[in-house]
């Protein structure tokens, strides 16, 4: 619920400091040269991400590539369609994935993913800091109040907090042992256990694995970073490399947060921010902005909706030939 109302909120606010129509104006004369190279630059990214997915994946037998190819994109299909990244479930359902590792390990794996990602956004936020810390202002230093002022502000909120405390040990009182909270601490250190065990198997690499799934991060970011820098040629849009790496980083940690389908609102706003800061117009951010996520999303869908429809007609057929 949090998540639909941040991408509600952020919808509207880009609404009110900028005219959409103007905006979609700029949209429509954008290059389409340009175009082509950020659309290429992202199936090229996109591809080099399942891959690595695959190269994480452990077990003797390795995944086919054609297979981690469509598993990836039916899952980023339906991640777009559907909200909280319910999409990821494809590929910790998915039965050429059960028939490999567990459910666990299958989450570590995207786990392992995720973890990756945040070192590369953490080296973006790295090169991109002396440019952001140029643009953002030093917070003002105002002087606190004096404590006794606010002492009786402080009341209620002392208060609900006690009252809070009673009627929580009310409640654990009424539940079952097995619901009790040292109950489910138990369990679930029993459950992390577990997890911690799949995750070993997933990071235990040989170099060979581990320079693979290096090789296939760095293309990946850097197709994004340079798709970015590519769709502020495709606007017009005066910038650096050092404004598509603050692109880049943003709308990588507002996707961290489960929000409304394609990220919808949340995305834009992550979108717009570092052009707004960097003085480009209202306009011509929340056009960079659309463009930027349709670019991200439409070819996205389009290839995983193109793989969901080879797996209908092939299942069909594995079918008939475990029949016969």
Same mark, same amino acid.
């Given at each position: ?11 509207y ?18 290059? @389409? ?50 909200p ?37 956004l ?33 009341? $209620? ?7 809070s ?11 079952p ?15 992390? +256990? ?10 235990r ?10 090789? @296939? ?27 598509a ?12 947060? $489960?929000?409304a ?15 707004? +800061? ?47």
């Amino acid at each position: 619920m949090l998540g639909l109302l941040l991408a509600g909120l952020s919808l509207y606010s880009l609404g009110k400091i900028a005219d959409p129509q103007a905006a979609l104006a700029l949209v429509s004369g954008a290059r @389409w040269p340009a175009l082509a190279l950020a659309v290429l630059l992202l199936v090229a990214s996109l591809a080099a991400k399942s891959f690595r997915w695959r190269s994480l994946l452990p077990g003797g037998e390795p995944l086919d590539r054609t297979e981690a190819y469509r598993i990836f994109h039916v899952s980023m299909l339906m991640n777009n369609v559907l909200p909280f990244r319910l999409g990821d479930g494809v590929r910790i359902l998915s039965p050429s994935i059960r028939q490999r590792v567990t459910a666990g390990q299958a989450v570590m794996v995207l786990v392992a993913e995720r973890l990756v990602d945040v070192v590369v956004l953490a080296g973006l936020a790295v090169i991109a800091a002396p440019w952001v810390g140029r643009l953002l202002p030093l917070p003002s230093a105002e002087p606190l109040e004096d404590a006794a002022e606010n002492a009786a502000s402080a009341v $209620p909120f002392v208060a609900g907090l006690v009252l809070s405390i009673a009627v929580g040990y009310v409640v654990v009182r009424a539940l079952p042992s097995r619901y009790r909270p040292a109950s489910l601490v138990v369990r679930a250190l029993g459950r992390f +256990a577990s997890l911690w065990a799949d995750a070993v198997t997933v990071v235990r690499v040989d170099r060979a694995k581990g320079a693979r799934m290096l090789a @296939w991060t760095a293309l990946a970011w850097v197709g994004t970073v340079w798709l970015h820098y590519v769709l502020l040629e495709a606007l017009g849009i005066r910038g650096d490399v050092s404004v598509a790496v603050a692109v880049t980083l943003s709308t990588n940690l507002s996707m961290a947060i $489960p929000t409304a389908p394609a990220h919808i609102g949340v995305f834009h706003a992550a979108a717009a921010a570092p052009l707004l +800061a960097s003085g480009a117009s209202s306009d011509s951010a929340l056009a960079y902005a659309v463009l930027v996520h349709a670019v991200n999303t439409v070819p996205a869908m389009l290839i995983g909706l193109a793989c969901l429809l080879a797996t209908s007609r092939l299942i069909p057929r594995r079918r008939r030939a475990l029949a016969s």
